[in-house]
Structure formats: C-alpha cells, structure tokens
C-alpha cells in the first residue's frame, strides 16, 4: 500500500504540484518519500525477531505519519487552492489509475 501510494504521487500528484507553482512542495515530497522507501529497504535486511527490526519499523511509521501529516496539510491544500476544478478531477482519476494498476484493484 506505502509503495502503491508512492508510486501514484510520484506519477500523478507531484507533476500536478509542480504545474500548479507548488515545485518545492514537490520536491519535498519526493524526498521524505524517498527517505521512506531507503528505510524500507534497511528494514528487509533486518531480522524480523529483533528489537532492531522493530526499532527500524516504528522509525518507519513516524516517517510515514509525518510525510502523511505534511501532505494533507500543505501540498494538497494547495493543490486543492490552485488547480482548476476539472483538472482536480483528472488528478484524481488517475492518482486512483495508478494506485490501482499497482495493487491490482
């Protein structure tokens, strides 16, 4: 789902961020974004019986709450302030398109 979500951002939501003159809010984006994915990646070499993959996997959450709490709050505020009201739409579908065509919904 973190990686579903990720890819359909990356594809649909930051392109439209930028358009719209929100570039640094993007870039943010795809930064805590790629920060994430890196600590994923850590946390699959981790063995899962040890305090260190649990440590690992909390890091994990904060980081994703926090990216959460930062878009909802910002960008796609933003977003929602400065996209024409058709274009909101087809971010929409295809933000949905591309989440789909990842998890297979």
């Known amino acids: 789902v973190l990686t579903a979500n990720a890819i359909a951002k990356e594809a ?8 719209a003159g929100e570039g640094a809010r993007a870039s943010i984006g795809y930064e805590e974004q790629g920060r ?3 600590a994923m ?3 699959e070499k981790i063995d899962p019986a040890t305090h260190a993959f ?18 909802e709050n910002g960008p796609l505020l933003a977003l ?7 274009d909101q739409y ?7 398109e591309e989440y789909r065509r990842y998890v297979g919904g």
């Open 54 to 71: 649990a440590d690992k996997l909390a890091e994990i959450e904060r980081m994703t709450l926090t990216h959460l709490f930062r878009e």
């Open 36 to 38: 994430i994915k890196v």
């Open 90 to 96: 087809m971010i929409s579908a295809r933000y949905l």
């Open 12 to 19: 649909v939501i930051y392109p439209a961020l930028i358009e």
């Open 80 to 86: 929602k302030d400065k996209a024409p009201v058709a």
């Open 41 to 43: 990646a850590a946390l």
